[in-house]
């Protein structure tokens, strides 16, 4: 046991030098991957592998580990074409080995739990069933901790790569962007789409790459092309910023009033931005900041864009006038000029009723919580008043 002890361990590490670990009668010997030369136990140390490596593959001093692993994969490929008893073997022994890596990853079991625990075991069972003789032949049988964590690892990549074939060799049309859960599919969807791509660009153009249909070359061109990646991050932020806005006025705590002062705060932000970026500021754009390719073009098809944004919000939501949202926020001190015609005398006869006055300070804020957003926007603003007047009063009589 002491011996054993003392003996050279092999170590991950030893790779960059191309050599890798069988295992014969029990003991661990160093096994070149280019020449698949098997040195002795005794040479297991980084000295002397490195001796074999520079002494017989010169011309491979430099390469790095990736490169070794390479011809790993290439002469264990190699190991198990061959049908010699040796082989024969070994390959059992392998098959073994990855047999129970699957079952210790699959019983998400600590890696030394192969040589702790799996190997000792067997080897007592079989050596009492079986007898000595065939539990020494268990010792060609790589379990160590690491061997067990290299098998689960070619185990995964396996998948992994088989997954990638599954999806590189089917149709591309059955494969359909996944969009995200939490939003309906809408224009902010697609910005969520939008966002992704970017996020995914670099995978995207490898997988792309793999596939010679003409369609995915067209993409594949656009990911390509540091112009159009430029102009997509400029999509992202701005979508984003829309996005943020958008949520903002939805939920049971958005006020008509609220969202007024909002919409208000980004159409100030949207003239903020197109003087910045006029200036080669662009520092509140998050994914278009980090590009360093912004072209003067682009720089003015910006600046185009937020201006028609600035007037296609005031399109949408249609200026509201202060006197207006006064008579929201405070109907009781509001002058009844501001109210509209039809509706002037009504309000005359409710500001002067104190205690719907009274009330109101009461229930101001559930008054303001049915303003919701919504139908008041599409249309005249007197609804709005109407509503508040109509509440106030049912309020009273509920009393
Ligand atoms: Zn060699």
Redesign the pocket.
Same mark, same amino acid.
């Given at each position: 046991m002491e011996a054993q002890k003392k003996k050279r361990r092999y170590s991950e590490e030893y790779i960059r030098f191309?050599f890798i670990v069988i295992i014969k009668d029990g003991t661990e010997m160093p096994q %070149?991957v280019? %020449?698949?030369?098997v040195l002795s136990p005794a040479a297991m140390k980084p000295s002397l592998l490195q001796r #074999?490596?520079h002494g017989? #593959?010169q011309d491979l001093k430099g390469k790095d580990v990736d490169y070794f692993k390479r011809r790993e994969t290439m002469l264990n490929r190699s190991k198990l074409d061959h049908s010699g008893s040796f082989h024969q073997s070994n390959k059992a022994a392998l098959h073994a080995s990855y047999v129970v890596a699957l079952k210790i990853a699959q019983q998400k079991k600590p890696h030394s739990t192969g040589e702790t625990l799996v190997m000792p075991c067997t080897k007592e069972i079989v050596r009492i069933m079986l007898g000595e003789q065939h539990a020494k032949k268990l010792d060609t049988v790589p379990l160590s901790d690491n061997t067990v964590q290299r098998r689960i690892s070619d185990m995964s990549t396996d998948i992994k790569d088989q997954v990638v074939f599954e999806i590189k060799t089917a149709p591309l049309g059955i494969f359909a962007l996944q969009l995200d859960e939490t939003t309906d599919v809408r224009w902010l969807s697609r910005g969520n789409v939008v966002k992704r791509v970017f996020e995914l660009k670099d995978e995207l153009g490898l997988f792309f790459s793999c596939n010679d249909k003409k369609v995915t070359q067209v993409y594949l061109a656009k990911l390509n092309d540091p112009k159009w990646i430029t102009g997509h991050a400029y999509i992202v932020d701005i979508l984003s910023r829309l996005n943020i806005l958008n949520k903002s006025l939805q939920g049971a705590d958005a006020v008509v009033t609220d969202a007024v002062d909002k919409l208000k705060s980004f159409q100030m932000k949207l003239k903020l931005w197109e003087t910045k970026v006029k200036k080669g500021n662009f520092e509140m754009f998050e994914a278009l900041a980090e590009r360093q390719d912004i072209s003067d073009q682009l720089v003015n098809l910006i600046v185009d864009h937020l201006a028609s944004l600035q007037s296609e919000m005031k399109r949408y939501f249609p200026a509201v006038s202060e006197g207006i949202l006064k008579l929201i926020r405070d109907p009781f001190h509001t002058d009844v000029a501001s109210v509209n015609d039809e509706i002037q005398e009504e309000f005359i006869d409710f500001v002067n009723d104190s205690s719907a006055s009274d009330l109101f300070e009461k229930e101001s804020s559930l008054v303001r919580e049915v303003l919701f957003l919504g139908g008041p926007w599409s249309g005249e603003m007197t609804v709005v008043v109407l509503i508040v007047l109509v509440l106030v009063k049912d309020m009273r009589r509920s009393l």
């Open positions: 191309g %070149c280019i %020449c698949a030369k #074999h490596l017989c #593959h």
